[in-house]
C-alpha cells in the first residue's frame, strides 16, 4: 500500500495543520492572558496585605494603642499559656488513665474473691 497523496490533498493537509497550529496559538494565548491576569491579581493582594500590615503595626490596635514591645509581650504569654495548657492535658490523660488502670485492678481483685466466695459455697453445698 503506497500512500501517494496528490497537490490538492497535500494543500488541504496543508491547510489543516496550519489551521490547527492557529488553533493551539490562540488557545495558548487565552490561557497565557489568564494565568497573567490571576498573577497580577494575587501580587495586588499581596502588595494590600503588605500594606494593611504596616498600617496596622503603625497603628497598634486601634482599641489600646499598645507598643510592639506589648504586643511581643503578650504573644510571649499567649505561648506560654498554651505550651502549660498542654502539659496541663497531659498530666490530665496520665492521671486519668492511671485512675482507670486502678479501677480496673480493683475490680479485678473483687471479681476473683466473688469468684473464691462462689467455689466456697459451692462446696459447701455438695
Same mark, same amino acid.
Given at each position: 500500500? &503506497? ?5 490538492? %490533498?497535500? =494543500?488541504?493537509?496543508?491547510v489543516i495543520?496550519? +489551521?490547527? =497550529?492557529?488553533? !493551539? ?5 487565552? @490561557?497565557?492572558? /489568564?494565568? &497573567?491576569?490571576?498573577?497580577m491579581e ?7 496585605? $503588605?500594606?494593611?500590615?504596616? &498600617?496596622?503595626?503603625? /497603628?497598634? !490596635? ?12 503578650? $504573644? %510571649?504569654? &499567649? ?8 502539659? =496541663? !492535658? +497531659?498530666?490530665?490523660?496520665? +492521671?486519668?488513665?492511671?485512675?482507670k488502670r486502678?479501677?480496673?485492678?480493683? /475490680?479485678? %481483685? $473483687?471479681?476473683? @474473691?466473688?469468684?473464691?466466695?462462689? $467455689? /466456697? ?6
Open positions: 500500500m &503506497d500512500l501517494v497523496l496528490t497537490s490538492d %490533498e497535500l =494543500i488541504t493537509v496543508g495543520l496550519v +489551521a490547527l =497550529i492557529f488553533v !493551539y496559538l490562540i488557545i495558548r494565548e487565552f @490561557r497565557l492572558m /489568564k494565568t &497573567d491576569a490571576r498573577k494575587i501580587e495586588l493582594d499581596r502588595e494590600k496585605l $503588605k500594606l494593611l500590615q504596616q &498600617d496596622v503595626l503603625s /497603628k497598634g !490596635y486601634p482599641f489600646t494603642r499598645m507598643t510592639s514591645e506589648q504586643l511581643n509581650y503578650l $504573644k %510571649e504569654i &499567649d505561648e506560654q499559656n498554651f505550651v502549660l495548657e498542654t502539659d =496541663i !492535658y +497531659a498530666r490530665e490523660k496520665s +492521671a486519668e488513665s492511671r485512675l486502678l479501677e480496673n485492678y480493683v /475490680k479485678l %481483685e $473483687k471479681l476473683d @474473691r466473688l469468684l473464691e466466695r462462689i $467455689k /466456697k459455697e459451692e462446696k459447701k453445698i455438695r
